[in-house]
């Protein structure tokens, strides 16, 4: 059974678009819901956490959480070519860290092409 | 801003023999992460470390891997005897008291 659903892309827009990502989920113990972007050849870095269901706004990025349908978003407003990356949607029971045998559970990844 | 650093960036062995990868986690960090990413696929816990010990640990790490914080600024993982399928990224990553983690850019190992 995979816990974590992610189209891998490659999604491509063009500069200044609303791009939306989305993550389904199995696990209904998944409390703690994530984004990570990762930039080629670096690591994952957190760019939003949430806890349980609901709206978090950061700037030009929202997540979104329905825990209803086991689903979740990132939502980048006015795209700019500095966003094209791989952005990671992870999820845990225990924590934004983990906290338990599984540690973070990672979605496989949607690469994002912002076009100039 | 502070980061991890992992060390090499690229290591290349034979299968059977013994690696040691190296991390240095930002420095009033106290919680100490292992995940690697074999490519194409999602990345994957293997451990976490507190206090000198393993806190939890997945199915993935078995016998074959180990972690040390040998000083005050090095946290390393070993694989005793790589195999092929051991090939992947693999990240370092620490945390201090919020729950933040911090990753590095991860040291890619390949085992011919």
């Known amino acids: 059974q995979k816990e974590v659903e992610q189209d891998p892309g490659p999604l491509s827009v063009p500069e200044g678009a609303i791009v939306s990502l989305n993550c389904t989920y199995s696990n209904s113990a998944f409390q703690y819901f994530m984004w990570y972007r990762q930039y080629s050849r670096k690591g994952p870095e957190l760019l939003m956490y949430?806890?349980?269901?609901g709206n978090k706004e950061d700037g030009r990025f929202t997540a979104q959480v329905d825990k209803s349908s086991k689903y979740i978003s990132l939502f980048i407003r006015d795209s700019q070519p500095s966003d094209s990356a791989t952005y990671l949607c992870a999820m845990s029971p225990g924590g934004y860290s983990g906290g338990g045998a599984d540690g973070l559970t990672f979605g496989k990844g949607t690469h994002l092409i912002i076009q100039p | 801003e502070p980061e991890v650093t992992q060390t090499p960036s690229h290591q290349v062995t034979q299968m059977g023999q013994e690696v040691i990868l190296r991390c240095v986690p930002i420095s009033n960090h106290l919680y100490f992460y292992w995940y690697r990413q074999i490519l194409g696929q999602k990345v994957e816990f293997l451990v976490s470390?507190?206090?000198?010990?393993?806190?939890?640990k997945s199915e993935i790490f078995d016998d074959q891997f180990s972690v040390e914080r040998p000083d005050g600024s090095n946290f390393t993982l070993k694989i005793r005897s790589t195999k092929l399928e051991d090939s992947a990224m693999y990240f370092c990553?620490?945390?201090?008291?919020?729950?933040?983690?911090?990753f590095g850019s991860g040291t890619q190992l390949s085992v011919l």
């Open positions: 470390f507190y206090n000198n010990e393993i806190s939890e």
């Open positions: 990553a620490s945390r201090g008291t919020h729950e933040k983690l911090f």
């Open positions: 949430t806890y349980s269901s």
